[in-house]
């Protein structure tokens, strides 16, 4: 568990965790032994007294054991820190100077899109409902499994570049997971299912709402991280057509409407984007591998973008 939480959140100089005065401790220990003896008749025998007292006490844990806790404490929090940043980054970037024409862009993309969202529901029939649903799951298992995978492979071979990219998978989803809690909390959308398929925002429906699609933002979140740690052309065609895929099938299944998974998409593209950028997810150098064209002219388009350090 150490290694794992190493390998996600880097190395970092962290603080042991306060220990109790001895005081403290030793008043809080007699007070056990106290409370463990007073279930038991008072011995004739004072000499008894001693074993009754250190059968109470428990086994001093062995240093091992509490070093270890402490560096998982340790690293646990520091993986907080690095998540709570990461979501810090992502509220300030459309307020940037840079980003406000993107920002246009985007609103005037989903526009037409929010304004033509009922009558495309009304278009999808209830019989591809459980095949898009069947899909789109199979879809996302099939990323997970593949981030994974990446990951597994590159403990074994201790192959470095692997770990790096199954380490930013995980991270760029908690990213997206806690983002795409907040905007479905806040935006409350209808589902196409519910209100006479009319999308309504901020209808009260805060535990389900329906903007962003969870499965296109996740989707696209770790389809962006692996294909910019692969750059190459199949490797990008491969995850970015797997999350396109997976993305209709959200509207064909009846469960989301296509602002739904377009605005899921892009934010989730730009989360895995921005964590697969990030140079310190393992200590150590990592070469870069040379890019494909496709990932060249994506990366001369987006250095117009700024979500924070890249």
Known sequence: MSLAFKCFFGSATLRPPMALPKTSAFVFVLVLAIGASAQQPVPS???????????ALPAAPSSTNATDSSSFLGELGHGV???????????KAPFRKKNLKWDALFLATLAPLIATD?????????????TGIAVSNAILGTEVVTAGGIFVTGLVTDNSHAKETGVATARAVADSVIMYGALKAILQRERPFSGGAEGKFFSGNWQSGSFPSGHSMFDWTIASVIAHEYPKWPVAVAMYGLATASSTYRVTAGVHFPSDVVAGGVLGYLIGRYVAKQDNHLPGDVPTPSKSKLIRVE???????SIGVQ
């Open 118 to 130: 009922e009558h495309v529901a009304q278009q999808v029939n209830p019989a591809w409902h459980d």
């Open 81 to 91: 820190v690095v998540i709570g940043k990461d979501e810090l980054t992502f509220i």
């Open 299 to 305: 990366d001369a388009v987006l250095s117009h973008v």
């Open 45 to 55: 025998n004072t000499h008894a007294i001693a074993p009754t007292l250190a059968a």
